[in-house]
C-alpha cells in the first residue's frame, strides 16, 4: 500500500492513504542501517501490521523530487506565503527574506494577502506595484468573506504546497477555508496523530484531496540570512535582470557603483523602491556575514 507521510513524532510517521486513512507507522531498521530519515512528505510503501488499529511498518521510501531543509521536508513543490493587507501591515523586509530562502531551495512563491475586506484599492494597488515584477503570482483574497478561495484552491490544486507566514494574517483561517469539504476525514487525522498534541510543533501536511496537500509550518517572524555569498543576492531579483546590461561595470552589486542600470531602473520607477532597499539591507547583512568569519 502506498501513502504519504503526513507527520513524524517520536519515531512514528503518520501516513496518510487515498481515501482518507491514515496509519500510525514506524519505520523498518534498514533505514536506519542506511542512514535514511523519512521525512514528511515522503511518498512512502507501508506494510500492514494491525488493520484494525489502523497500524504498519513503512517498508519502502520512494524516489524524492526534492528535499528542503528549513524545514526538514521532502517532495514541496511551491510555496505559498500568507500575509494579510492590513492588520497588521505587511512586513516586505520578512516577505522578502522568505522569498530569497524559498527560491534558493528551488521553490516557485505565490503571494496571498489576506484581509482584502478590509483593504482599499490603493492599498491593493500598492502591494501590486511592489511586487508585480518579483515573479510571483500574487492573490487577494478574504477568508472571512470567502473572496478569492476558489482561485487559490486552484493554484494548490494537484501539487504539495508550504504554507507560511506572521501570526495575525488569518492563515489558519484560510487552511480552514480549504479543508470545509473534508471535515470527517481531517477530524480522522486528527484523532490518528492525537499523540502529537502536545509536543512541540513540527510540520505536517493536511491533505486537502487526495493529490493536494498543504503543509502548515510553524508560525514565522524573524528569519536568519541565507547561506550564499552577498554577490549570488542579485540573482533572486529576477526584476533585476533585464536591466544588467545596462551596467558598466560587471559584476555590478548595484548599490555603489556609477552607470548602473538597475539604479536608473529604480529612479525611473521601473523597479520597486521597497524591493531594492530590502535587496540593499540583505546585501550589507551578508557583507558583515563576510567580515566576521574572517
Known sequence: MQGKIIKGIAGFYYVYVPGGTVYECKAKGIFRKDKIKPLVGDNVEIGIT?????????????????ELI??????????????????????????DRFLVMMRQQGLECILCFNKQ???????????????????????????????????????????TTAVAGPSGVGKSSLV????????????????????????????ELIAVSDDTYIMDTPGFSALSLFDMEKEQL????????????????????????????????????????VRYDNYVAFYEELREKEKRKY
Open 234 to 273: 542579485q540573482g533572486y531579483y529576477p526584476e533585476f535582470q533585464e536591466y544588467g546590461a545596462g551596467c558598466r561595470f560587471t559584476p555590478c552589486a548595484h548599490i555603489h557603483e556609477p552607470v548602473c542600470g538597475v539604479k536608473q531602473a529604480l529612479e525611473s520607477g521601473s523597479i520597486s523602491r
Open 176 to 203: 480552514n477555508c480549504l479543508q470545509k469539504d473534508r471535515q470527517m476525514e481531517t477530524g480522522e487525522i486528527s484523532d490518528r496523530i492525537a499523540r502529537g498534541k502536545h509536543t512541540t510543533r513540527h510540520s
Open 70 to 95: 528549513r524545514p526538514a521536508v521532502a517532495n514541496i513543490d511551491q510555496a505559498l506565503l500568507i500575509f494579510a493587507m492590513t492588520k497588521p501591515e505587511p512586513n516586505y523586509n520578512l516577505l
Open 117 to 159: 475586506d478590509l483593504a482599499d484599492q490603493k492599498r491593493r494597488e500598492q502591494i501590486q506595484s511592489v511586487y508585480e515584477k518579483s515573479g510571483c503570482q500574487i492573490l487577494f483574497v478574504s477568508a472571512v468573506r470567502q473572496e478569492g478561495i476558489g482561485l487559490l484552491e486552484k493554484v494548490l490544486c494537484g501539487k
Open 50 to 66: 494491525h488493520e484494525k488499529d489502523r497500524e504498519g511498518n513503512i517498508m519502502k521510501i520512494l524516489p524524492r523530487r526534492s
